[in-house]
């Protein structure tokens, strides 16, 4: 086994495990560092240096996301030098981009914002002009506001390592740096798949979703988690609702596996058929040629009667069932058991193998 590391933070003796930055251990002692561009599913980039701490006989201030730890370390993350830094760098921000939160989006759930509250910064000091980019709103499910962008990196590292679609990353130079895909195309020109990882990592306003414009403020909303339906992964599912209606899918980030919190295009955006007008809220039985509505008991009675009729006329391999990768597993272990135990025959499948 590895021999722990010693060494201190803000005076207090700490054991690290070797490998681990000095954000991971201060995270494991209860001890706050401000982050942004750190993404713990990613790579370390050292992109924004909000997360500086002091470290005895440095030569400047280290970035704690990406500085892993090394015996006797003397370590601060609480002096007035280390604050000043951070509001530097926050301030810089905030004066860089276009952040109105008032008609924005991630008003509410913005790591910037709760950042300079945290920091106490009044106002920022400086005023950079924005580049005055012209939203993206070309798709039906993904935004973009390239004025409050600020080069985190996380949606390009998301987009790479975790969906590992390669879409997106930066492009230009200085104040013209901005992320996107391939020859600044929108998304929808772009090979875009849509999975939404982009949105979901964004700690600003820049890549919001869409579909969840104007639906209802972070506060507003009640998480629900649930399984996903549109295959047989089991991605868990949080349903964003306000006002009893689904306005947002996000991933769900506490249970782990299977997914981890990441979805794919389905299980984001795929949220309209639920109160579409063509849905099925009820059986339907032919009849006289014509599909007509039935309760529940009906339709059950009448598929019983159906199934007994051919079994007893033409035995139970005359009949065979397709289940669907839409239920979940216990849905499709009751299916088979019900074909085999109750109907009597093999002849049972599943769409997924087709
Ligand atoms: Fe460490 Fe951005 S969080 S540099």
Known sequence: MDRKILLTMDGRDIEA??????????KENGIFIPTLCHYAKTTNVGACRVCVVEVKNARSMVASCCMPVSPGMEIKTDTKAVRDAQRLIVEL???????????????????????????????????????????????TMISRDLNKCILCGRCVRACNE????????????????????AFDSDYIGSECFFCGECADV?????????????????????????????????????????????????????????????????????????????????????KKGELVEAGWDEALDYIAAKFKTIRDQDGPDALAGLSSARC?????????????????????DHCARL
């Open 93 to 139: 921000l905030w004066s860089s981009g276009d952040h109105n939160c008032l008609t924005c989006e991630q008003n509410g759930t913005c790591e910037l914002q709760d950042l300079i509250y945290w920091l106490k910064i009044e106002e920022p000091r400086f005023k950079i002009e924005s580049p005055g980019y012209a939203p993206e709103n070309t798709n």
């Open 17 to 26: 495990n070797p490998g681990q930055t000095i954000l991971d251990v201060a």
């Open 202 to 286: 964004c700690p600003v306003g820049a890549i919001t979703f869409r579909q969840a414009r104007f639906a209802g403020r972070p506060w507003e909303i009640k998480k629900i988690r649930t399984t996903c339906t549109y295959c047989g992964v089991g991605c868990q599912m949080d349903l964003n609702v306000h006002q009893g209606k689904i306005v947002k899918v996000s991933g769900n980030r506490s249970y782990g596996e299977p997914n981890d919190g990441s979805l794919c295009v389905k299980g984001r955006f795929g949220i309209d058929f639920m109160d579409h007008p063509d849905r099925l809220k009820t059986p339907l039985i032919r």
């Open 328 to 348: 979940t597993n216990e849905e499709n272990y009751l299916f088979q058991k019900f074909m085999r135990a109750a109907i009597g025959t093999n002849n049972v």
């Open 162 to 181: 975790i969906q590992v679609n390669e879409i997106l990353d930066f492009s230009m130079r200085g104040s013209r740096a901005k992320v996107g895909p």
